[in-house]
């Protein structure tokens, strides 16, 4: 909402919220249409300044909410104009061999994460944004900078940790770069030839930055992003402490910012989907005590949201399941539902 001079009201303007006089009578109920004759009425009453709703208050669901309200605007903005900015320095590197200057990059970030006024809030917007078309592995890299950034917060690092996990998210999908979009975004499964070959973006990232004034890290995030702490992965199918423990976060802050990001054959997950995706995977393939901390941090940002479940009962998150996050309890007017016991449910849309 926004606070209106009476002198400014215009036809058409909704009342945000009830009107009072000084004499504490009700002049006006929250939603009344402005009109010629409530202006005058207003002016009688010596009211001078009224709320009214903004369009991201008559919004039906919170996407369309976060989507219309100036906070997201700015940071929609400001987002669009820092990736421009990134994807500049990638190609001059990438073509014309200009050697990538890491404090550019760490005031693209700052630049993109000052409009936002937390962590959570920053995750909110980016689950918010809309891809564009041609820019996905550009955005994917950038998102996963932000991504990263928070995620290294709420563990605590350091801040040159903190730093060297950012660019790591700038750096550690620049091998996609030299495969085809086709191949990268293709939305229906790889086969077998294809998957061998995006497995060779790792490789083709590590050439690239194996001669660069980089962070050892930064360089094995590369190579060792899909390595997995069960020996799982590729390149090389590493194990446990063989991994770098950069690449080990990155790995996590990948999986989130590709499950969070909207795609040709899919929406965007939820919170919840995310965490249940990770819980099926199996917490093994991560650094489980990494992942667990990340888990529970993004399944408490949820707490008190207004959701609908997969069979279209809505209701609102009430606690938290910590040995099951991906399944809270939630209460539906007055029908408390935990949803560890109800596997066959689950959250579908935060509304």
Avoid at 73 to 100: C, G, H, Q, R, S
Avoid at 109 to 121: L, P, V
Avoid at 302 to 309: A, E, F, K, N, V
């Amino acid at each position: 909402m926004k606070s209106v001079a009476r002198m400014a009201l215009e036809n058409g303007m909704i009342i945000g919220e009830d009107v009072y006089s000084y004499q504490n009578v009700l002049v006006a109920k929250e939603n009344t249409v402005v009109d010629k004759q409530l202006i005058s009425k207003l002016s009688r009453y010596s009211i001078m300044c009224v709320s009214i709703k903004e369009p991201a208050d008559m919004a039906a669901t919170r996407y369309e909410r976060i989507r219309l309200s100036s906070s997201f605007k700015t940071f929609e903005a400001a987002y669009d104009n820092n990736l421009k900015a990134y994807k500049y320095m990638i190609d001059d590197f990438l073509w014309n061999k200009t050697p990538v200057n890491p404090s550019f990059l760490l005031q693209i970030h700052d630049n993109i994460r000052k409009c936002t006024g937390s962590g959570e809030q920053l995750l909110d917007m980016l689950y918010h944004l809309l891809p564009g078309e041609h820019n996905l592995t550009y955005e994917h890299c950038l998102n996963a900078a932000l991504i990263g950034n928070v995620f290294g917060t709420w563990l605590s690092l350091s801040e040159d940790d903190l730093k060297t996990l950012t660019l790591c998210g700038f750096f550690y999908d620049i091998g996609k770069f030299k495969l085809p979009d086709h191949l990268i975004w293709k939305p229906d499964k790889l086969n077998d030839f294809e998957y061998n070959w995006m497995k060779t973006h790792t490789t083709l990232g590590y050439e690239l930055l194996k001669n660069q004034d980089l962070n050892d890290s930064i360089k094995k995030c590369t190579l060792y992003h899909h390595e997995r702490c069960d020996g799982t992965g590729y390149p090389q199918k590493l194990k446990g402490e063989e991994i770098d423990r950069f690449s080990k976060y990155i790995a996590i802050v990948d999986a989130y910012a590709a499950m969070t990001s909207a795609r040709a054959h899919r929406s965007s997950l939820t919170p919840f989907q995310v965490i249940g995706n990770f819980e099926e995977q199996g917490v093994e393939k991560y650094d489980a005590i990494v992942l667990k901390l990340i888990l529970k941090k993004i399944a408490y940002t949820q707490m008190g949201r207004h959701i609908r479940l997969s069979d279209g009962t809505e209701a609102d998150i009430m606690l938290i399941n910590e040995d099951k996050l991906a399944s809270p309890v939630v209460k539906s007017g007055e029908t408390v539902i935990d949803l560890k016991v109800h596997p066959e449910l689950e959250i579908s849309v935060i509304l």
